[in-house]
């Protein structure tokens, strides 16, 4: 399974990103997405996750009301739309994927993260 991210950079604080993550050689069936990210100095932390069809999602607190993830008609992506990014959220953003909700605690499957710098 590859998941391939992007969509990060460099914004000004109150600023938005949206970050993409496509998923290819997944063989199994309605798997979830999300994505974690790592802080400087700090361990890599749960963001977000969608289910399969999206109708489910879980964020973590300190981004409720300001990140929204989604998932791709094609199902085999996820986006996280991120707004009023502040300057705790850089890290480098990570997607994941795992075979069901229940288990993107510790996803099965991991991309290469992509860098969010935000500057206040």
């Known amino acids: 399974v590859q998941l391939q991210a992007s969509g990060g950079g460099l914004v000004q604080a109150g600023g938005s990103l949206r970050l993409s993550c496509a998923a290819s050689g997944y063989t199994g069936r309605n798997y979830a997405m999300g994505w974690y990210r790592q802080a400087p100095g700090k361990e890599r932390e749960f963001v977000a996750a969608?289910?399969?069809?999206?109708?489910?999602?879980n964020y973590t607190d300190s981004v409720k009301g300001r990140f929204t993830i989604s998932r791709g008609n094609a199902k085999n992506t996820v986006y996280l739309q991120m707004n009023s990014l502040k300057s705790e959220d850089t890290a480098v953003y990570y997607c994941?994927?795992?075979?069901?909700?229940?288990?993107?605690?510790?996803?099965?499957?991991w991309g290469k993260g992509t860098l969010v710098t935000v500057s206040s």
């Open positions: 969608s289910s399969w069809g999206g109708g489910t999602t």
């Open positions: 994941a994927a795992s075979g069901a909700m229940a288990t993107m605690t510790s996803p099965a499957y």
